[in-house]
């Protein structure tokens, strides 16, 4: 389901999405519902929810329907209900991208100020695996490969730590195509520094530390001097911006003590003098 300005939702069955309005949303949970010839209180009781939303749904009427509630109707009709957001018609998509870029870049100047070569945006084809790398290096003198993927977010956790397992497994095949002859394979997370990111992680933090135990004074340390044994496996948090970032605090003015402030009148000095 897409919000897409004033009342656009997309739903999807699972093979081919399409745009509509909230409308077409309803007209289509109806056909289902009677596609499967089932009632509104069939799909009430499956969709644990009650028949006025069910019916308020189907026309069209979602403004007072919760997400959740709406996901769980279409999903009562074997549908899924797909959410995405747009601004400013592609703009979005390009600020992500602008944010992974930097980091990228980020990421292939700490690797070369170390000695590695790097590529980005690796493709490869193995036996019918396709995928990129976003950095695969090489550190020459140990003949050390490193696989690096980078997010700027941190999207569904299991996959993206099979997605890093599943390109190591194929390293030494896709370094291959850059003319690289490696004896052992790093992998490397990065993830762009927020609190949001930091907090994702900390809920799988028993996955993460199972998976990517090294942080980032052992990730430094390795990538100084990387060894076979045992292969860098780490998570290393990184701000898009290269050191941190300015922040302009305004001081508050101290409360003046007019008492110790004041210059001393010469009575109030003889006064002092003579206790």
Known sequence: MELHGPGKW???AGVHPSWMDV????????????????????????????????????????DSLRLAALARIASSLGARLEARLSWNGE????????????????????????GWE???????????????????????????LLVVEVKSVVPDVQAMLMTLDRKARLGREIAKQLGWSAVGIGRLLVIGESRTSRRRVDMHASVFAASL??????????LAEP?????????????????????????????IDHARTRPSEPGNRRHSANQ
Request: proline share 5%; aromatic share 4%; charged share 30%.
């Open 227 to 255: 060894h076979v044994q045992p292969p860098l496996a780490g998570l290393l948090f990184l701000s898009p911006v290269s050191g941190p970032a300015a922040r302009h605090r305004v001081s508050r003015p101290r409360p």
């Open 213 to 222: 135990p090294s942080r980032a004074i052992a990730i430094r340390a390795w």
């Open 91 to 114: 703009a979005l998509d390009r600020l992500l991208d602008a944010g992974h870029a930097a980091l990228v870049e980020r990421v292939v100047k700490r690797l070369r100020a170390v």
């Open 10 to 12: 997309q739903l999807s």
């Open 23 to 62: 409308v077409r949303l309803g007209r289509q949970l109806r056909a289902l519902r009677q596609r499967q010839r089932l009632t509104q209180d069939d799909v009430a009781e499956r969709a644990r929810t009650s028949r006025s939303e069910v019916g308020r749904a189907e026309r069209g009427q979602v």
């Open 118 to 144: 790097c590529a980005v945006e690796v493709t490869f084809n193995v036996r019918g695996e396709r995928g990129s790398v976003d950095v695969l290096a090489f550190h020459r003198a140990t003949r050390m």
